[in-house]
């Protein structure tokens, strides 16, 4: 949960943070705090997990991994959170979960993101996933990403 | 833009966790072994020419109190702008990718609420009148996006 106070800091950090010497002091110089406030507001939502990290969003287009494909795969329920663990632990999967499924229309429940130069390294790395899956997997597809729509991450709604 | 072996340094350091200290950047200049300028400087150009989208802390709605939720659309292909700009107008809306599928759409909802995942999804299918399936996490088995420079 977050508080008001808090609520003002996201909203001042949302945008991102300035790259200055002292960043946390011109946050601070622009909501009226103290650095050290709110440096101790920012420890706090971190020990919370309000916030994740502090770091950067790589373009992985612009870095050169210009195939991303989602891969999507049909897995037995009893055995998706031992073989999710193996999936999220390959170094080329930068994203994995459990979802539910949507049936008909979508027989997945597990998702793992992969990025590749090209698509045939993406489907390197698809084949590898469909190794370790093996037997346990009943259906599968790849969704490859075209165009990225909107990037914004998390925005509040200002409130009033 | 090209990048030399400095920056793909910074960018590969830059996307694990920042010190909470009066000067983080000078921390991790000393850590590369250039000068805080520097990193400044470089940081501000890949920013600038969008090879860092984003570089700030990056937030969790759920443990916010609010929720996350992998939403997906079939868009037939002629009204697909039009849908577009319709979806992309929520706020709620924090990432959006067209993908090659019949579910051709897809968008993360972040909402302050998790009653927000539900009203901003039935808002969508009021105004699109296309269903919005909804792919909720159960579980999460890898935290932290990471591609090597």
């Known amino acids: ?160 | 833009m090209t990048l030399d072996d400095t920056d793909r340094a910074i960018l590969n350091r830059m996307q694990d966790d920042l010190p909470l200290t009066a000067h983080p950047y000078a921390a991790i200049a000393q850590e590369i072994g250039i000068a805080e300028s520097d990193l400044l400087a470089r940081l501000t150009r890949m920013k600038d020419e969008r090879v860092i989208t984003r570089f700030g802390p990056f937030f969790d709605a759920a443990a916010m109190g609010g929720a996350f939720c992998l939403c997906a659309m079939a868009v037939p292909s002629q009204d697909f702008e039009n849908v577009l700009t319709k979806v992309n107008a929520h706020p709620e809306v924090a990432h959006n990718y067209e993908r090659t599928h019949r579910l051709n759409m897809w968008f993360v909802l972040a909402t302050e609420t998790p009653e927000g995942i539900a009203a901003t999804a039935e808002a969508i299918e009021r105004e699109t009148g296309i269903a919005v399936l909804q792919f909720p996490k159960l579980q999460e088995f890898f935290i932290g996006f990471r591609v090597a420079a």
Not at chain 1, 108 to 133: P, S, T, W
């Open chain 1, 1 to 160: 949960m977050i508080d008001e106070k808090d609520r003002e800091i996201i909203e001042a950090l949302q945008g991102g943070l300035p790259l200055v010497p002292a960043p946390f002091a011109q946050v601070a110089d622009g909501l009226g705090l103290d650095e050290k406030t709110l440096m101790s507001r920012l420890a706090d939502m971190k020990s919370r997990g309000v916030i994740r990290r502090i770091a950067a969003a790589p373009n992985h287009y612009k870095l050169g991994m210009t195939s991303n494909g989602m891969t999507v795969w049909d897995v037995e329920d009893g055995r998706v959170a031992e073989l999710g663990s193996q999936i999220g632990a390959l170094p080329f999967v930068t994203h994995c979960y459990e979802r539910p499924r949507a049936l008909p229309d979508w027989p997945y429940n597990l998702f793992a993101m992969v990025h590749g130069a090209d698509r045939d390294e993406v489907e390197e790395k698809r084949a590898e996933i469909a190794a370790i899956l093996g037997d346990a997997c009943r259906a599968k597809d790849i969704l490859y990403s075209t165009r990225i729509l909107k990037k914004t991450g998390l925005r509040l709604k200002k409130k009033g």
